[in-house]
């Protein structure tokens, strides 16, 4: 229900409105004219904020509600800042403060933003889905938990261009999103992109394509004076006219004088002029721009019509003029373009706002005063209550180190059926793009079922293993095959205690080689701070057989260089428990940084002796520190007389290369070589852990700090002990080690397209074999 704006509302509104676009385009010209400037331009959207502000004043001062969830394109954040000071949420002070360090951001960002926002949506196209799958995700815990949510509707505000992202028409196909009734977008059909006016008549096409995803598709396309004129004699040509106009045609006539509108029209049909009659040449440009997009009425109709749908999802194409109310209004270079100082004051004489009052809010005793007031105190959320009803994470879920072989894959499966009777095992959710059984899901699924919005008839497969007995207390989302959904559904799955109040355990799994696909939507997703675990599996070249196409290489830096994201590569399953276990309890740790985890993961079975091995050595409680800090070191050079003659060499692998590694150290020791062999867990702990070292002593002048679990790993005392590093995947991922101490480092790993064959037959060709990993240290040592 929305709140009601009074019998003044309409007025009230259009007087909000004047108000959030004086301060909106004010803003951006602070930003650009009122401080010292650097070399580089400020910037900023003042004409896509123009064409946002009865869109967005509609929304705040009218529609919503304090449950409701909303994401605002990105080029509109001048105008959210706007409302929020009318609100009376900001700091005045920092009004003049956008793009200024520890200011007013460009775009909304839920981990920068001074007043919380709901979704991030600086990448264009990705805040235009993350409402869908939050609704999606409210969804499936409503199903779940005793009690629903808090209602909420999740709404986007999109750009026209951002339609053009083909993430979003990945989303709007998934059945995973299909017959949501509490979503709503809002499409600013302003008809231009930042260099150009959109083709044609493009619209059409896009209505038909929501149409035929099952949304209700509705429109806010003319304002009261155009609809007037429509009424009268000739209005129903002048309406044929107007609408059969390609957006060129009618973004250039909006800035044509009045007498040549006229003829424009007449020309086009002779009985256009008769509904112009009464209206004179001076007032036809600011009639012809008379669009829903810019008449709160027509918007809270087609509001209040979206609503109405509760079993589908709804789009509102609001027609809008890119600059409205400016000077560059409709123009076709508007998308960066400034006011000048001149330009400014003319628009505040306008709008009449004074020179001393220009960031002012309204007064506490005026109509639009008391209606801002009693929005602020109808959006306020209640405070957040903690989430002291979640329960531990065990620590780990297959026991102690046993021998045998098995593969992290393998072991994963395992681990994940067992985390589904502990008593976390409701709240985890696992998601996959139709590559759940090849993820090795398939134990955790035969347990909890597969996750539909309604109860569907029973999917088993009889005696087939895999059971896909679906539900609406399924616990596992099959997506169809699109990475881009998956992440943009973990993404928001991993933000449900701040947009569902409740605590989830995300999980999805996907082709490793195929993370690249969606990764536009995993950034996203970091950024936002949101809280997962990633499997990526099979992983590498030792996928084999299964083809060059099919094998990641550069997935390890990503994983390392994506802040919010931490890669591990466990090569043993004992270490990927402990690591799993230690990756969803820190999602539940709401109250440190947000932290993902990455699980790189193979299908290779490994004797899984040297960790029974090395966990005899340093103790099992020392063994998963470590293990859990980074890295531990997996075999180790004896300290006695014996070895201090010796040349020494430092072998750092992670992963499925173990094997190779460690009989390259067989193969050294014959050589009278000594090589200590370092098992990296997570390459991207260790390098964040060193960063964060070399941070705080740069920022310290060098006082001492503890030194971090890679320096200790590899020794002060072997700074110039030369390192091998060994990896599936590219050379580069752990090449860095040599900068810990300044050691020489021989880096070997996959820095070619790979192709098909034999485990051994690719570890020949890539130089990951045993004898090239020997070869390499006696190369280092040379």
Not at 168 to 176: H, M, R, S, T, Y
Not at 640 to 648: A, K, N, Q, T
Not at 671 to 699: F, K
Request: charged share 20%; glycine share 10%.
């Amino acid at each position: 229900m929305s709140f009601d704006a009074g019998s003044a509302g309409t007025s009230v509104l259009d007087e909000i409105a004047a108000r959030v676009l004086w301060l909106a385009t004010r803003i951006v010209d602070s930003a650009n004219h009122d401080r010292g400037q650097d070399e580089v331009k400020v910037g900023g959207h003042q004409a896509s904020s123009a064409s946002m502000v009865h869109i967005m004043t509609a929304l705040w001062f009218d529609h919503l509600d304090a449950g409701d969830r909303v994401s605002v394109k990105p080029h509109a954040s001048p105008v959210l800042h706007a409302i929020e000071h009318l609100l009376g949420l900001l700091d005045p002070a920092l009004l003049p403060t956008l793009r200024a360090k520890g200011g007013l951001q460009a775009y909304p960002s839920r981990t920068k933003d001074a007043v919380p926002v709901d979704f991030s949506t600086g990448s264009v196209g990705l805040g235009a889905t993350a409402p869908l799958f939050a609704a999606a995700i409210r969804r499936y815990v409503d199903d779940h938990r005793g009690q629903p949510a808090p209602v909420s509707r999740f709404i986007a505000i999109v750009g026209d261009a951002e339609l053009d992202e083909g993430n979003v028409w990945e989303a709007l196909l998934d059945p995973a999103v299909a017959g949501l009734g509490n979503v709503m977008w809002v499409v600013d059909l302003n008809r231009q992109s930042l260099d150009r006016f959109v083709p044609g008549m493009k619209v059409r096409a896009l209505q038909a394509a929501f149409a035929s995803a099952g949304w209700q598709v509705l429109e806010a396309k003319y304002g009261k004076r155009l609809q007037a004129a429509f009424e009268r004699k000739g209005g129903d040509q002048l309406r044929a006219a107007i609408d059969a106009m390609s957006n060129e045609d009618y973004q250039l006539l909006l800035r044509r004088p009045g007498e040549e509108i006229r003829g424009h029209l007449a020309g086009v049909d002779p009985a256009c002029a008769k509904a112009l009659t009464d209206v004179e040449d001076a007032d036809l440009p600011s009639l012809l721009s008379d669009l829903g997009g810019h008449d709160v009425d027509e918007l809270r109709r087609a509001f209040r019509e979206a609503d109405a749908a509760t079993e589908r999802s709804s789009v509102v194409f609001a027609y809008t003029v890119k600059g409205w109310g400016l000077p560059m209004a409709g123009d076709r270079m508007n998308h960066s373009a400034l006011l000048s100082s001149d330009q400014m004051r003319e628009l505040g004489r306008r709008l009449g706002v004074r020179p001393d009052q220009e960031w002012d809010r309204f007064g506490p005793d005026t109509p639009t005063g008391q209606l801002c007031d009693a929005r602020a105190s109808h959006l306020r959320r209640p405070d957040r209550t903690g989430f002291d009803d979640v329960p531990p994470v065990p620590q780990s879920t297959l026991g102690p180190p046993t021998t045998g072989r098995s593969s992290t894959q393998e072991g994963f499966g395992k681990a994940m059926a067992a985390l589904a009777r502990e008593p976390i095992g409701p709240r985890l959710v696992t998601m996959a793009p139709d590559v759940a059984v090849s993820t090795n899901l398939g134990g955790f699924i035969n347990r909890v079922g597969v996750y539909v919005a309604a109860d569907s008839a029973r999917a088993d497969a009889g005696d087939s293993l895999l059971r896909w007995e679906q539900s609406p207390k399924g616990q596992h989302i099959e997506l169809g095959l699109s990475e881009m959904n998956l992440f943009g559904l973990l993404g928001q799955a991993g933000l449900s205690s701040d947009l569902s109040d409740h605590v989830l355990f995300p999980v999805g799994t996907v082709y490793d080689p195929f993370v690249c696909r969606g990764l536009d939507a995993l950034i996203y997703a970091c950024y936002s701070g949101s809280r997962f675990v990633l499997v990526g599996t099979p992983s590498g070249v030792t996928l084999a057989p299964e083809g060059g196409a099919h094998q990641s290489t550069i997935t390890p830096s990503i994983g390392i260089e994506l802040p919010g994201l931490t890669l591990a590569e466990p090569a043993y399953v004992t270490a990927l428990d402990w690591m799993l276990s230690d990756g969803l309890a820190r999602i539940a740790d709401l109250g440190r940084p947000a932290e993902s985890l990455y699980l790189r993961l193979t299908t290779r079975p490994l004797d899984q002796s040297p960790f029974v091995t090395a966990a005899e050595r340093l103790g099992p409680d020392e063994l998963r520190r470590q293990v859990l800090a980074g890295g531990y070191r997996l075999m180790d050079v004896n300290s006695g007389s014996d070895d201090e003659d010796r040349p020494l060499v430092q072998l750092a692998a992670s992963g499925a290369v173990m094997p190779e590694v460690l009989e390259a150290a067989a193969i050294l020791d014959d050589e009278g070589v000594a090589a200590t062999v370092l098992d990296l867990t997570s390459a991207g702990r260790l390098h964040a852990g060193w960063a964060e070292a070399r941070r705080s002593r740069i920022r310290n002048a060098g006082a001492a700090t503890p030194a971090a679990h890679i320096e200790t790993l590899l020794g002060k005392n072997r700074a110039r002990v030369p390192i091998v590093t060994v990896h599936d995947a590219s050379s580069h991922a752990l090449s860095w080690l040599g900068s810990v101490h300044g050691a020489a480092v021989v880096p070997l790993g996959v820095d070619a397209f790979g192709q098909s064959g034999t485990i051994a037959d690719l570890y020949d060709t890539f130089d990951l074999s045993a004898d090239a990993i020997a070869n390499a240290a006696l190369l280092a040592l040379d």
